[in-house]
T-cell receptor
Framework: GQQLNQSPQSMFIQEGEDVSMNCTSS?????WLWYKQDPGEGPVLLIA?????ELTSNGRLTAQFGITRKDSFLNISASIPSDVGIYFC?????????????FGRGTQLTVWP | EAQVTQNPRYLITVTGKKLTVTCSQN?????MSWYRQDPGLGLRQIYY???????DKGDVPEGYKVSRKEKRNFPLILESPSPNQTSLYFC???????????????FGNGTRLTVT
């Protein structure tokens, strides 16, 4: 199946620092999504991107749909302890049906106070 | 309140004993899907359903069955569970907003399955 390469695998940062993570695919995607998963819960959508070049913010979070359509990144500014969790990128490639959604392996974020 | 409800939350079973994990949603969503989450592998799609009586394989369908007899329910069936199916399972749902797009996935809170 389609592989999404998400990096880094884990991050350990101090409160207040900015965070950046990214996702790349081997094929062209027409949808990029970013999710966050808190311990013991299901993932929750943070940002959805539908157009190449699109830059979207949600509070301290900003995500972009790469112009090549093969990548996306998520930035978190001024991190706080509640940002801790696993962040997943997900996407749908141009050739797949609407129902097929692929996920990256996740970035585990730890924020030290 | 919009909900995706999975049952049970935790299940320990033995190899070969058939089991069913239920998923129910109250949002009238057309689309439902099952994922398994394993350390270092992220979320992998098992099966999905675009509507009642329509199901398709995801990336890792082997050893699983699903059915979609009614819109709100999408059970995951393991006819003969094996230890490599020990995992955290998530059900997710979405509606279709317009051609080519669907609403964000709404996830349940997961079912942690252990097969010994």
């Amino acid at each position: 199946g389609q592989q999404l390469n998400q990096s880094p695998q884990s991050m350990f940062i101090q409160e207040g620092e900015d965070v950046s993570m990214n996702c790349t695919s081997s094929s062209i995607f027409n949808t990029w999504l970013w999710y966050k998963q808190d311990p013991g819960e299901g993932p929750v959508l943070l940002i959805a991107l539908y157009k190449a070049g699109e830059l979207t913010s949600n509070g301290r979070l900003t995500a972009q749909f790469g112009i090549t359509r093969k990548d996306s990144f998520l930035n978190i500014s001024a991190s706080i302890p509640s940002d801790v969790g696993i962040y997943f990128c997900a996407g749908r490639n141009r050739g797949s049906t609407l129902g097929r959604l692929y996920f990256g392996r996740g970035t585990q974020l730890t924020v030290w106070p | 309140e919009a909900q995706v409800t999975q049952n049970p939350r935790y299940l320990i079973t033995v190899t070969g004993k058939k089991l069913t994990v239920t998923c129910s949603q109250n949002m009238n969503h057309e689309y439902m899907s099952w994922y398994r989450q394993d350390p270092g592998l992220g979320l992998r799609q098992i099966y999905y359903s675009m509507n009642v009586e329509v199901t398709d394989k995801g990336d890792v369908p082997e050893g699983y069955k699903v059915s979609r007899k009614e819109k709100r329910n999408f059970p995951l069936i393991l006819e003969s569970p094996s230890p490599n199916q020990t995992s955290l399972y998530f059900c997710a749902t979405a509606s279709f907003l317009r051609a080519g797009k669907n609403s964000p996935l709404h996830f349940g809170n997961g079912t942690r399955l252990t097969v010994t």
